[in-house]
């Protein structure tokens, strides 16, 4: 029999070792157990944690991570559906050939849905601010691509969570800058963006823009700052124009969350959205865009309400280019 000493040592080291996941896990169970309510409430029988990104739906260590940990934690609350192992579902991604990396469209729901075989996937963003790691987290039904449910919380900084933004230079955000608000934001180049812009109870942010060469991709945070769910549609109207007075008529692509129709997406209250409008043949001389966002917006009631029309106009948004 062990002494009761030689017991004491080996829990205490057990604890000190796995101290940091038992706090990050703690921290992710409100958030964890109000997406498994949905869940549960949704009838949806299995569900999917894919790797968690940053805004512009970049996968990095601490996305996987917390993925991992989220998953966990969801399981805990899962009284009417399975969560599917994390390392069987990245092996059959792996066997497809098929990447979660960058923006989530509703056929690539759909057909992660058939691979894995799962009824409904969980997608998160990650936006690092100095004491805190905001999680926003979403539920999309893999038949439909709608959106479930969705919900957001703060992870407080640990050393394991310093040490893996650490690790891949994951750039903080500006305090008081989460949703759209607050103080200016900056590129990965440290070029100041551009300040976000309110109207009709939208709060519109721009992310930047990264040329590829063949093509530009423009990231923008969209929070709906009403208190009901709203339905935006982005226009025909949209339009980017550069430095160099070249126009662009825009495609839409869904990020982190998705959209139903086209360019229409719906907006939870302080859920943010990314949009991303991508173009090709954007000359390397240009270094910044205006964006002329078009958009209708309607209040998803009982009641039907006409639609609001209205533009946002973000000027000087910076382009990366690689």
């Keep these: 029999m062990l002494p009761p000493w030689f017991v004491r040592v080996v829990v205490m080291s057990i604890l000190l070792a796995t101290g940091t996941t038992f706090c990050v896990a703690q921290d992710l169970r409100p958030l964890s157990s109000q997406i498994a309510q949905a869940i549960n409430s949704s009838g949806r029988k299995?569900?999917?944690?894919?790797?968690f990104t940053?805004?512009?739906?970049?996968p990095n260590k601490l996305g996987r991570y917390l993925a991992e940990e989220f998953s966990v934690a969801l399981l805990s609350d899962a009284k009417n559906f399975e969560v599917i192992d994390r390392t069987h579902l990245n092996a059959l991604l792996k066997e497809h050939q098929l990447a979660t990396e960058g923006f989530i469209d509703p056929a690539t729901?759909?057909?992660?849905?058939?691979?894995?075989?799962?009824?409904?996937?969980?997608t998160g963003t990650l936006t690092p601010f100095e004491e805190h790691v905001r999680l926003s987290v979403k539920v999309l039904d893999t038949e439909s691509a709608r959106m479930l449910a969705a919900d957001a919380g703060d992870v407080p900084k640990t050393k394991t969570i310093n040490d893996l933004i650490g690790s891949e230079g994951i750039a903080p955000s500006a305090p008081g800058n989460?949703?759209?608000?607050?103080?200016e934001a900056k590129s990965s180049a440290g070029v100041p963006m551009p300040a976000p812009v309110a109207r009709d109870e939208l709060s519109i942010a721009a992310r930047g823009c990264r040329d590829t060469g063949s093509r530009t991709t423009c990231i923008f945070g969209v929070t709906n700052k009403a208190e009901s769910v709203h339905r935006v549609s982005f226009t025909s109207s949209t339009f980017l124009v550069d430095d160099q007075g070249n126009q662009y008529r825009p495609q839409f692509v869904a990020s982190s969350g998705p959209f139903l129709n086209g360019n229409s997406v719906d907006l939870i209250p302080d859920v943010t959205v990314n949009l991303s409008i991508e173009v090709s043949n954007v000359p390397?001389?240009?270094k910044v865009v205006n964006a002329s966002l078009a958009y209708s917006l309607l209040q998803r009631t009982d009641q039907y309400v006409p639609p609001t029309w209205g533009t946002v106009v973000?000027?000087?948004?910076?382009i990366s280019h690689q």
């Design 46 to 51: 299995s569900v999917a944690v894919l790797d």
């Design 54 to 58: 940053d805004l512009e739906g970049r």
């Design 109 to 122: 729901v759909r057909k992660l849905g058939k691979i894995a075989g799962v009824e409904a996937l969980v």
């Design 178 to 183: 989460e949703g759209g608000r607050g103080k």
């Design 284 to 286: 390397g001389a240009a």
């Design 314 to 318: 973000i000027k000087a948004i910076p």
